[in-house]
Each structure stands twice: as structure tokens, then as C-alpha cells.
Antibody, heavy 125, light 110 residues
């Protein structure tokens, strides 16, 4: 079964750090870019960060740039998100998602086609 | 703050045709394909439409997508009760060098 499983969420005080993990199974992990997407309570989806299949093409949302670091270990089929200097507005449900690709009429298209179940991060004193 | 704008809500009766809009700019929808995601209550999002109008395997053909310049639309040809969910458009943004989601639309089946 193709799946992603996140872990590492929890309650943390403002200014502290947390490291999220995402483990993949059921597909060739190093063929795909993987992203982090978060959803604050009662709010919409927000892209956080993404990393290419060979750890290139790293990008961050402006809201987390300089505080979060994404990385991956293809040998372990795993993705990490190191979150430093956490703020209250980082409180959210964090999903990892595979950026799948499909060819249609000779053109490659990309979309987040596999999602994990998510992990909750709560930043509060 | 999302830069793809969607109406906060939409509704219809079973069997009715419903359309959701997504308004962006030249750096996102105007330059890149649009995806749509469905999020049922309490679950992770699911890819519904990719490449503006392509359906992944298993997605019913009552869902269709379209794009025109800097706007996109998701249509439900025959709304069903199980379609009650939140729907998000999304696209890569060349100016931000990042992926952007729409503000989301909650679809209610009356």
C-alpha cells in the first residue's frame, strides 16, 4: 500500500524547536518530490516547504523561511522538517504529501497525490 | 495569506450543477497548471483534478476542471451528498517560487 506516515508533533513552547518526520512505503521514494502542507485549526491549507527527489529544488513559504529546514534520507525513505523558533501561528496540523506526476498528451503534470494522515503541532506557553 | 481567491461557500441540491471559481494572477494560474483538492471532514486532502482538467484514476467524471487566463473553475455536473466537503484550488507560483493554495470553498448539499 502506498502511504506516508507523519510523526513528531506535540505541544511546544514559543521559541522552542520540534522535528517532524514522514516515512514513506509502497513506492520508490527517491523518484518523487515531497512537500509539507499545514492547516491551522479551522483554516485552509498552506504550503510550507518542498524538496526534490535528490534533495535539490528546496523551497519554503515566506512564513517559515529561515526557521524551518526540510531534508530527506532516501536510504531510509524518510523526510524531516526541523522547526526552530516556533511561534503561536505555527500551530497547525502538518501533512506530508507526495508530488506525483502524470503524462497527458506528452506533457508532465504534477499534483499532491498521496498524503499522510497528519500530525498536530501546538505552540503555546 | 492565500493569493488564490475562492468563494467561501457554495451549495446546491442533489443532481444540480454547481461551479466553484478560483482567481489568481499571471504568476500562478496564468503560468502554471491548476490542481483541485477535495477535503472531506476530518480527513487529509485528496487530489481531485490535476493539470487544469485531468482526473486521477477513480475520480468520478461528474467532476471537471477548466482554466482561462488567470482563473480556474471546478464543476460538479450532478451534485451528490457525498460531495459535501472543502475544495481547494492550487498552483505553482513563479514569483514566490512556491506552491499556493486557494482560500477554500465549503460545498454544502441541501
Amino acid at each position: 500500500e502506498v502511504q506516508l506516515v507523519e510523526s513528531g508533533g506535540g505541544l511546544v513552547q514559543p521559541g522552542r524547536s520540534l522535528r517532524l518526520s514522514c516515512v514513506a512505503s509502497g513506492f520508490t521514494f527517491d523518484d518523487y518530490a515531497i512537500h509539507w502542507v499545514r492547516q491551522a485549526p479551522g483554516k485552509g491549507l498552506e504550503w510550507v516547504s518542498g524538496i526534490g527527489s535528490n534533495s535539490g529544488g528546496i523551497g519554503y513559504a515566506a512564513s517559515v523561511r529561515g526557521r524551518f529546514t526540510i531534508s530527506r534520507d532516501n536510504a531510509k525513505n524518510s523526510l524531516s522538517l526541523q522547526m526552530n523558533n516556533l511561534r503561536a501561528d505555527d500551530t497547525a496540523f502538518y501533512y506530508c504529501a507526495r508530488m506525483g506526476r502524470t503524462v497527458a498528451a506528452g506533457i508532465y503534470y504534477y499534483g499532491m497525490d498521496v498524503w499522510g494522515q497528519g500530525t498536530t503541532v501546538t505552540v503555546s506557553s | 495569506q492565500s493569493i488564490l481567491t475562492q468563494p467561501p461557500s457554495a451549495s446546491g441540491t442533489p443532481g444540480q450543477r454547481v461551479t466553484i471559481s478560483c482567481s489568481g494572477s499571471s504568476s500562478n494560474i496564468g503560468s502554471n497548471p491548476v490542481n483541485w483538492y477535495q477535503q472531506l471532514p476530518g480527513t487529509a486532502p485528496k487530489l481531485l483534478i490535476f493539470g487544469n482538467n485531468q482526473r486521477p484514476s477513480g475520480v468520478p467524471d461528474r467532476f471537471s476542471g477548466s482554466k482561462s487566463r488567470t482563473s480556474a473553475s471546478l464543476a460538479f455536473s450532478r451534485l451528490q451528498s457525498e460531495d459535501e466537503a472543502d475544495y481547494y484550488c492550487a498552483a505553482w507560483d513563479d514569483s514566490l517560487s512556491g506552491y499556493v493554495f486557494g482560500t477554500g470553498t465549503k460545498v454544502t448539499v441541501l
